[in-house]
């Protein structure tokens, strides 16, 4: 796999100046561990499988590799294999579309097969679709299409690749699917929802043809740890890996959930001055950071904090958390040294972001309709009222101008739009252990704000009485 790797680029600006046929294996705009393996292990398996085909064929990460240290689980892994980040293609690395207008490009879809509208040129140029949610749409010959409802994409990969020459399989690559199998089923448990038999079956063969593969527990462990490790990011980053937002005319609000302790968080050197550059240079007004830490009974507890340079926004968003019904945060008040920052102990654990996000939309609406003052805390004249509108997986919160602000890491959710965190999905199709975990009895410790989300889900489906941690 690392040889093949390292002679991705080299094989890709040979073809390109040459007019030769790039064959690209493009995951999803996510860009989790599912995808990012999926297409690294296909892209591997037919460039030494087809040989009669004269393409190059380039595993492509479906974002910019600026953004490719927000996947921490990723990276991680990668580094166990010793694989250099230096070695991938990322997406503002390949221009597909011009490969596509010069009758150049082959295009597999890893780990989804609805591509965005801004990709829609691409269509054609679609052959071969392996994915592992429900088909939105039917794609006739000669697309090749591969779709089951499993655990993990990997899974469907490591069938592929099975079903080919003995010899094609390395240990390197069989270590890749196997820790991402594990990590994307929750280590095989069934009450967890999303393991198949497929799953379990493909997940024992690379085992047993690999014995000295980690266990399946111990990688589980190693890859959710890393998952939400933030240690190493800057602040811009830690606020871009999970952030949502929403948006008015002159009302942008970011939402990012954050895995430390906001005291922690309020301590980085130059914190204000990094706030305030981040929410300038993505067009927000106001920010509010959700935090998610446990003690150390490992019980979950919640903070908030609530940025912005406008005074009378910041206070007005601070109001309608603090008197908000449903759900009540119980909020109490925490120790801030900034003017510009109001930060809360949030009683109700079990209020996470998927909660507060009406909350935030609410409150809005009531804006909209109200003469607020400037944005700009020095300003005086009223501005217009906001309409709302959730920035979608293709969409960009506008700036006070209306101008589109620069795009922030996205979360990815099928086609164009984001689905909402309360649709309930199949058992199996999602592959993101942020977006999917689900109840833990028994299972190794997780400390995902996704673990209690996943629970409130179960609970409302199920009749369960809701209980003091929650799920996402």
Same mark, same amino acid.
């Given at each position: 796999?690392?040889?093949?790797?390292?002679?991705?680029?080299?094989?890709?600006?040979?073809?390109?100046?040459?007019?030769?046929?790039?064959?690209?294996?493009?995951?999803?705009?996510?860009?989790?561990?599912?995808?990012?393996?999926?297409?690294?292990?296909?892209?591997?398996?037919?460039?030494?499988?087809?040989?009669?085909?004269?393409?190059?064929?380039?595993?492509?990460?479906?974002?910019?590799?600026?953004?490719?240290?927000?996947?921490?689980?990723?990276?991680?892994?990668?580094?166990?294999?010793?694989?250099?980040?230096?070695?991938?293609?990322?997406?503002?690395?390949?221009?597909?579309?011009?490969?596509?207008?010069?009758?150049?490009?082959?295009?597999?879809?890893?780990?989804?097969?609805?591509?965005?509208?801004?990709?829609?040129?691409?269509?054609?140029?679609?052959?071969?679709?392996?994915?592992?949610?429900?088909?939105?749409?039917?794609?006739?010959?000669?697309?090749?299409?591969?779709?089951?409802?499993?655990?993990?994409?990997?899974?469907?990969?490591?069938? +592929?690749?099975?079903?080919?020459?003995?010899?094609?399989?390395?240990?390197?690559?069989?270590?890749?699917?196997?820790?991402?199998?594990?990590?994307?089923?929750?280590?095989?448990?069934?009450?967890?929802?999303?393991?198949?038999?497929?799953?379990?079956?493909?997940?024992?063969?690379?085992?047993? +043809?690999?014995?000295? /593969?980690?266990?399946?527990?111990?990688?589980?462990?190693?890859?959710?740890?890393?998952?939400?490790?933030?240690?190493?990011?800057?602040?811009?980053?830690?606020?871009?890996?999970?952030?949502?937002?929403?948006?008015?005319?002159?009302?942008?609000?970011?939402?990012?959930?954050?895995?430390?302790?906001?005291?922690?968080?309020?301590?980085?050197?130059?914190?204000?001055?990094?706030?305030?550059?981040?929410?300038?240079?993505?067009?927000?007004?106001?920010?509010?950071?959700?935090?998610?830490?446990?003690?150390?009974?490992?019980?979950?507890?919640?903070?908030?904090?609530?940025?912005?340079?406008?005074?009378?926004?910041?206070?007005?968003?601070?109001?309608?958390?603090? +008197?908000?019904?449903?759900?009540?945060?119980?909020?109490?008040?925490?120790?801030?040294?900034?003017?510009?920052?109001?930060?809360?102990?949030?009683?109700?654990?079990?209020?996470?972001?998927?909660?507060?996000?009406?909350?935030?939309?609410?409150?809005?609406?009531?804006?909209?309709?109200?003469?607020?003052?400037?944005?700009?805390?020095?300003?005086?004249?009223?501005?217009?009222?906001?309409?709302?509108?959730?920035?979608?997986?293709?969409?960009?919160?506008?700036?006070?101008?209306?101008?589109?602000?620069?795009?922030?890491?996205?979360?990815?959710?099928?086609?164009?739009?984001?689905?909402?965190?309360?649709?309930?999905?199949?058992?199996?199709?999602?592959?993101?252990?942020?977006?999917?975990?689900? /109840?833990?009895?028994?299972?190794?410790?997780?400390?995902?704000?996704?673990?209690?989300?996943?629970?409130?889900?179960?609970?409302?489906?199920?009749?369960?009485?809701?209980?003091?941690?929650?799920?996402?």
């Amino acid at each position: 796999m690392e040889g093949f790797l390292e002679g991705c680029k080299a094989a890709l600006q040979e073809h390109v100046q040459n007019n030769q046929e790039v064959h690209v294996v493009l995951g999803n705009e996510a860009c989790d561990l599912d995808s990012m393996v999926s297409a690294l292990a296909l892209a591997f398996f037919l460039a030494k499988t087809s040989s009669e085909s004269k393409a190059a064929f380039i595993p492509v990460l479906n974002i910019p590799r600026s953004d490719f240290p927000l996947r921490t689980e990723s990276t991680f892994l990668l580094r166990e294999q010793g694989i250099p980040e230096n070695f991938l293609v990322f997406r503002d690395e390949i221009d597909l579309v011009a490969l596509h207008k010069e009758g150049l490009l082959s295009l597999t879809l890893v780990d989804h097969h609805v591509l965005p509208s801004r990709d829609a040129a691409l269509e054609e140029a679609v052959v071969e679709v392996l994915d592992h949610r429900p088909l939105e749409r039917e794609r006739g010959p000669p697309c090749k299409v591969t779709a089951e409802l499993v655990g993990s994409c990997a899974t469907l990969v490591t069938e +592929r690749i099975l079903q080919g020459p003995a010899q094609v399989l390395d240990r390197q690559t069989a270590a890749l699917l196997h820790a991402t199998i594990a990590l994307d089923c929750v280590n095989m448990a069934p009450e967890a929802g999303k393991v198949t038999p497929k799953d379990d079956h493909y997940a024992s063969l690379l085992e047993s +043809r690999f014995p000295d /593969l980690p266990s399946r527990n111990a990688i589980f462990e190693a890859l959710q740890k890393a998952k939400f490790d933030v240690s190493g990011l800057t602040t811009d980053q830690m606020l871009r890996k999970d952030l949502k937002a929403l948006s008015g005319k002159r009302a942008s609000i970011a939402i990012s959930a954050i895995y430390v302790n906001l005291p922690v968080f309020l301590d980085r050197p130059g914190l204000e001055e990094e706030l305030h550059s981040f929410c300038q240079e993505k067009g927000y007004d106001l920010l509010v950071a959700m935090t998610i830490s446990f003690n150390e009974s490992n019980e979950p507890f919640r903070q908030i904090a609530v940025y912005s340079t406008c005074a009378d926004l910041r206070e007005a968003v601070c109001q309608a958390l603090e +008197r908000s019904t449903d759900p009540s945060l119980h909020l109490s008040p925490l120790e801030s040294r900034y003017s510009t920052l109001r930060a809360y102990h949030q009683g109700t654990v079990t209020a996470s972001r998927k909660k507060v996000l009406p909350i935030v939309k609410g409150f809005l609406k009531v804006w909209e309709g109200s003469h607020c003052a400037a944005m700009q805390p020095a300003a005086a004249s009223p501005c217009p009222p906001p309409r709302v509108e959730t920035k979608g997986a293709e969409g960009r919160c506008p700036e006070p101008d209306g101008r589109a602000a620069k795009d922030p890491a996205k979360p990815h959710r099928l086609g164009d739009d984001l689905v909402d965190d309360d649709t309930v999905l199949p058992p199996t199709p999602m592959n993101s252990l942020v977006d999917e975990c689900p /109840l833990d009895r028994g299972l190794p410790k997780l400390s995902s704000e996704a673990l209690f989300e996943r629970f409130d889900r179960l609970t409302a489906t199920r009749g369960i009485p809701e209980e003091s941690s929650e799920k996402k």
